[in-house]
């Protein structure tokens, strides 16, 4: 604006807008955490977010979470955007693993930052934490040792268990081992059965042959082999007796009576 000149007067335009433009970059947006591993039961780090230079801006971070690790479920809850004030630096959300229980192994948490508004990106623009599982694998057996069922049963239940739930599957191959009994006596209903997470036990069929002939009781056995996601338990195989149920054979002669010659 002008001030009254000495000596004339002031034409008809008084003031003039000058327009200022600011030559300095956008601070940089840099991210570190104070650890990179938390201990399930209660391990905590601050995830600090760091601007290069103050601003007169606000600026506006937004990210996205990635990896195995449930915000919320695994670890307490972690909300994208970050705000920083005009003149603020640094940022902190803190974050602490949380007990799930169950056993599930070490998951990854990733940050990974998406956008900054007023600021531009660094080198550095994504976390990786691993949340370290506290929990043992459970074990996994059949429940019970040997059983027996009649051959005309038609089908005999194998019932493995876990000695805990997991928050993975268990998967468990299974092997039918001949003993006076074979693969033509009875078939496994299948040959792999998987535990379901957060279930305790499944149920496998053994269907057994009646052959309608009359014959010893038979003996065979199904073996667990190397299991996923479990320990082997007690109870690593069954033995399972096939009851005959036919019944003897009545011997009889084919023809009446014979009149011979003395």
Known sequence: RRANPAGAGLGPVAQHLVTLEDDDAPPVLSLEATATSLAEAGGTAELRFSLSNPSTLPITVEFDLLGEALTGVDCTALTSPVSFAPGQQLAVLQVTALDYLLHEGDESLDLVVTSADNASLGTTNSLSLVIEDDDPQPSVGFSVSALSAPEGAGVASLQLK??????????????????TATEADAVLGSSVVVIPAGGLSATVDLSIVDDGLHEADEQLE???????????????????????????????????????SE
């Open 162 to 179: 876990l000695s805990a739930a997991s928050g993975l599957s268990v998967t468990v191959p299974l092997t039918l081992i001949d003993g």
């Open 222 to 260: 199904v073996q667990l082999g190397v299991t996923s996601g479990a320990t082997s338990g007690a109870n690593r195989a069954v033995a399972v007796t096939i009851l005959d149920d036919d019944p003897l054979p009545v011997v009889s002669f084919i023809q009446g009576p014979l009149a011979v």
